[in-house]
């Protein structure tokens, strides 16, 4: 990339300006050359910085500039002898060429985060983090191949007819399986979405077993509460007088305790 101003002697100024203020670029020059540009995306690691690629087809000329390792490696193993677009589109196929494997492997490990969320006998703030951090790689992934598909579904449209039959057809293919990889990242964030909501669902039903049971806490203190309210009343009762009131009082506060506890023990309510 610090070779990218020997650009300017083939687009023009506003061409040049437009590769680095949009994210990506597919543009059919006057002269019948093509200028892609997008940022790279290594979906093995996406939360890695992106790096720019940029490519200016024209004739038996292609530039190709960027400093992502992968990428230049890819297009040096084209042969250097074939027609640009051609190497261009073998460029995209090979780009492309597994990443569904890897897509695979994401979904893979999603379903094992499902797994641990249903498992954990309690709430586990390290899932959360994972969900999270899923979402973002996702999201990045999901840009990325918005790109690719914007830019291959322009080359297999093939606006001014410069691109032979043949090519444009590899560039159709290629095009369909980008929408593939980026209808398979958008699938991968509605699931994603759905061991969210399982997860929030767990959390959920932790917090209605605390609630259960210190409602049924208070329901079985609740009538030892009226009877020393009752008792703590300053009148002179009947009760106070008798020789058996203290044991009978004992004896009715524990078996409310004990009735409560059966019958909520029957309702499974604990």
């Given at each position: 990339?610090?070779?990218?101003?020997?650009?300017?002697?083939?687009?023009?100024?506003?061409?040049?300006a437009r590769v680095f203020a949009n994210r990506h670029l597919c543009a059919l020059l006057a002269d019948g050359a093509y200028l892609v540009s997008f940022r790279?995306?290594?979906?093995?690691?996406?939360?890695?910085?992106?790096?720019?690629?940029?490519?200016?087809?024209?004739?038996?000329?292609?530039?190709?500039?960027?400093?992502?390792?992968?990428?230049?490696?890819?297009?040096?193993?084209?042969?250097?002898?074939?027609?640009?677009?051609?190497?261009?589109?073998?460029?995209?196929?090979?780009?492309?060429?597994?990443?569904?494997?890897?897509?695979?492997?994401?979904e893979n490990s999603i379903t094992e985060l499902e797994d641990r969320i249903l498992m954990d006998a309690h709430m586990n703030a390290d899932r959360s983090n994972e969900i999270i951090s899923l979402r973002r790689e996702l999201l990045k992934m999901?840009?990325?191949?918005?790109?690719?598909?914007?830019?291959?579904?322009?080359?297999?449209?093939?606006?001014?007819?410069?691109?032979?039959?043949?090519?444009?057809?590899?560039?159709?293919?290629?095009?369909?399986?980008?929408?593939?990889?980026?209808?398979?990242?958008?699938?991968?964030?509605?699931?994603?979405?759905?061991?969210?909501?399982?997860?929030?669902?767990?959390?959920?039903?932790?917090?209605?077993?605390?609630?259960?049971?210190?409602?049924?806490?208070?329901?079985?203190?609740?009538?030892?509460?009226?009877?020393?309210?009752?008792?703590?009343?300053?009148?002179?009762?009947?009760?106070?007088?008798?020789?058996?009131?203290?044991?009978?009082?004992?004896?009715?506060?524990?078996?409310?305790?004990?009735?409560?506890?059966?019958?909520?023990?029957?309702?499974?309510?604990?």
């Amino acid at each position: 990339m610090n070779d990218i101003e020997t650009l300017k002697e083939h687009v023009s100024t506003d061409v040049y300006a437009r590769v680095f203020a949009n994210r990506h670029l597919c543009a059919l020059l006057a002269d019948g050359a093509y200028l892609v540009s997008f940022r790279f995306c290594d979906i093995t690691d996406p939360m890695q910085k992106d790096e720019r690629v940029v490519a200016w087809c024209a004739g038996e000329n292609l530039l190709f500039y960027t400093d992502c390792r992968r990428c230049r490696d890819l297009i040096e193993a084209t042969d250097e002898n074939a027609a640009p677009l051609l190497q261009l589109s073998v460029f995209f196929q090979a780009l492309t060429g597994n990443d569904v494997y890897t897509l695979e492997k994401i979904e893979n490990s999603i379903t094992e985060l499902e797994d641990r969320i249903l498992m954990d006998a309690h709430m586990n703030a390290d899932r959360s983090n994972e969900i999270i951090s899923l979402r973002r790689e996702l999201l990045k992934m999901k840009r990325y191949y918005e790109q690719l598909s914007l830019i291959l579904s322009e080359l297999a449209d093939n606006e001014g007819e410069f691109i032979p039959p043949e090519l444009q057809k590899r560039f159709a293919v290629v095009d369909r399986r980008a929408d593939y990889l980026l209808n398979f990242v958008l699938h991968l964030r509605e699931y994603t979405t759905q061991v969210r909501e399982a997860y929030q669902a767990q959390i959920d039903i932790e917090q209605n077993q605390i609630m259960k049971f210190f409602t049924v806490i208070t329901t079985v203190f609740l009538p030892l509460t009226l009877i020393v309210g009752w008792y703590g009343m300053n009148f002179r009762m009947p009760e106070y007088e008798w020789e058996w009131g203290y044991a009978t009082v004992i004896a009715l506060s524990v078996f409310i305790v004990v009735a409560s506890i059966v019958i909520f023990k029957k309702k499974k309510w604990f």
